[in-house]
């Protein structure tokens, strides 16, 4: 390092220790002393009012909320870490608990703030009625959603400050993000480093467009880039997913054992739908009889694949299912339910796709969706997603959205990119598009078995921690990952005592 390089340094570092107290004074006079269910801890509470509409600075406002967990070090560092929560339509202060833990070492020199986006959490809530532990016999496919979100969309018109339901068009990733830059203000913080979760990750890199100067380093975990049209790349890397799936069982001498026709018994089971079943409800434990459709089947499957642990138990429940067996593949779909933290808010998850994602589903439709031949028994997922949101985005209001929002530019700093081999939302493959337009400053790490969300995968979180603390760009770029190769794929569950399960079983 050259001597004018090391003076630099010396004289930066300085003026952070110096700012460091008034920051720290800053944010105490903006966010007040509050506890927050989940945590053991008092943290900071803070309000930022933003108009709902930009071009309107004194038409009706709204409340963003934030919640500010104070650095433990007394030398603490100028730059917050700021969480981005995914969905669209999580809370990012209902998350706190959760991540908490995974941002210890961060959290010892630097400010954690979570911002419930609006239209999330304490930010004028845009939630819609939670139908996550319905009874079965409650319709559950295309249709009965659609009319679940036209009755939410009446509600949400006499929200306040809300006074009709074109007000949802201002509900926007772009819009939000300059929400976000406004409680940096707040906290007096020049620079903020972003970690963005899943849709996060799509949050992070619109801030970085609008505000590159603000940025100091990014995290991009589980990435969903502006154009990548979620509703129907989704259906296809569930099916890469669930294909990935099949053929490990195939691959596996002791999966293929106990599932020999496994593929077979999954397009019988397809084939045998709509047909009156009956089984014990996985949240209150009653036998319900019901109409189980293909859409139940496959919303029941997809959610297990984002997380390999439960994914592990799909080839037994499929084939338990085959044989009119069908408590292990609700309860597998009900365990990623519980498993969230929080609710999602449909209203801005449906304000933010339908705005953003609804313009591409036209090019992006697939000959499934568009009615131009059946749905496969080969290939069912292609399509499951977006009949759904091809329908609701018909008349859920839609919000202007910036032709730069989908562009992507180079990265002006250090940005880490992770994905999860596994992922049947966010695979590789979107990443490595991303990394490529990012250019020189991005870094993408695959954990080749892995699904949705890495950061609390192994030693994910200490990479995490060595990107953001490392002392330039360069250093943040070049730590090692190495200790996330080794991680494997969970082996197919194997009951037991598969005769004394099946025997355990009541009437079909």
């Excluded at 569930?238 to 990935?244: I, S």
């Amino acid at each position: 390092m050259s001597v004018a390089r090391t003076w630099v340094s010396v004289a930066i570092a300085a003026l952070a220790t110096l700012w460091a107290p008034a920051s720290r004074a800053q944010t105490d006079a903006v966010a007040t002393p509050c506890r927050v269910p989940g945590l053991a801890n008092e943290v900071r509470c803070g309000v930022v009012q933003r108009p709902l509409d930009p071009a309107r600075p004194t038409g009706p406002a709204i409340d963003i909320h934030f919640m500010v967990v104070p650095a433990v070090a007394r030398n603490r560092r100028p730059d917050p870490v700021f969480l981005l929560a995914g969905g669209p339509g999580q809370s990012a202060i209902a998350l706190a608990p959760s991540v908490l833990p995974l941002f210890a070492r961060l959290n010892n020199r630097r400010d954690i703030v979570f911002v419930d986006q609006r239209g999330t959490g304490r930010s004028t809530p845009l939630e819609c009625e939670d139908r996550r532990h319905a009874p079965l016999a409650e319709p559950a496919g295309v249709d009965a959603q659609v009319a679940m979100l036209q009755t939410c969309l009446t509600q949400l018109s006499t929200t306040a400050p809300l006074s009709s339901t074109e007000d949802l068009r201002f509900f926007t990733t772009a819009i939000a993000m300059q929400d976000l830059d406004a409680v940096r203000a707040r906290l007096g913080a020049e620079r903020i480093n972003l970690v963005g979760a899943s849709y996060g990750t799509r949050a992070a890199l619109d801030y970085a467009r609008q505000f590159p100067d603000r940025l100091r380093r990014s995290v991009l975990d589980g990435v969903a880039p502006p154009d990548m049209g979620l509703p129907t790349s989704g259906g296809l890397d569930t099916q890469a997913a669930f294909d990935a799936m099949l053929a490990d069982c195939e691959r596996s001498p002791a999966c293929q054992r106990a599932h020999p026709t496994l593929r077979t018994d999954w397009r019988a089971l397809l084939a045998s739908l709509p047909k009156p079943v009956s089984a014990i409800h996985p949240w209150t434990g009653q036998r319900e009889h019901f109409t189980l459709d293909r859409d139940r089947v496959l919303g029941a499957v997809r959610g297990p694949l984002y997380a390999p642990s439960l994914a592990a138990g799909l080839p037994q429940a499929i084939g338990e299912a085959g044989q009119g067996r069908y408590e292990a593949l609700l309860g597998l779909a009900d365990a990623l339910a519980s498993r969230r933290t929080g609710t999602v808010a449909m209203g801005m998850h449906f304000s933010v796709l339908c705005a953003e994602d609804g313009p591409l589903l036209l090019r992006d439709q697939p000959a499934e969706a568009s009615g131009t031949r059946p749905a496969s028994l080969t290939a069912p997922f292609i399509d499951h997603a977006a009949r759904l949101y091809q329908r609701a985005c018909a008349f859920w209001p839609r919000g202007a959205v910036p032709e730069a929002f989908y562009k992507l530019t180079p990265a002006t700093t250090a940005t880490l990119l992770l994905s999860g081999g596994l992922d049947p939302a966010t695979p590789p493959r979107h990443a490595d598009r991303v990394a490529r337009a990012l250019g020189p400053n991005a870094r993408q790490i695959t954990v080749a078995n892995a699904g949705h969300g890495l950061m609390g995968i192994g030693c994910v979180r200490d990479v995490m921690f060595r990107f953001m603390d490392a002392a330039d760009d360069a250093a943040a770029l070049a730590v090692d990952a190495s200790c996330v190769t080794g991680i494997p794929r969970p082996p197919a569950f194997a009951p037991m005592n598969p005769s004394a399960s099946a025997a355990g079983e009541g009437g079909r």
